[in-house]
């Protein structure tokens, strides 16, 4: 089930939401001031390694050609 964030537009409070995709389109109340003034943002998600270790895809190498080798796991 995804985690999205949403960030208040009366308050500006962020929040994290678990929910399912069709859960996504329905409104979303903010927790602090019960604003349904929220806007979904973009944010990264973790990918788990073969190792086990997470990775966060804002700090991913991109690749233009997208046959570029995988840096060394550490």
Known sequence: ???YEY???KCGKVTEILQ???E???EVKCPECGSF????KFSTFGVVMGSGKA???GSAVSCPTG?????PMS
């Not at 003034?37 to 979904?40: A, D, P, S, W």
């Not at 046959?67 to 840096?71: A, E, F, G, I, R």
């Open 55 to 57: 990775s966060s895809a």
């Open 7 to 9: 960030e208040c537009q």
């Open 37 to 40: 003034e929220m806007n979904r």
């Open 67 to 71: 046959t570029c080798p995988l840096p």
């Open 24 to 26: 996504a389109d329905k």
């Open 1 to 3: 089930m995804p985690l």
């Open 20 to 22: 399912s995709h069709a």
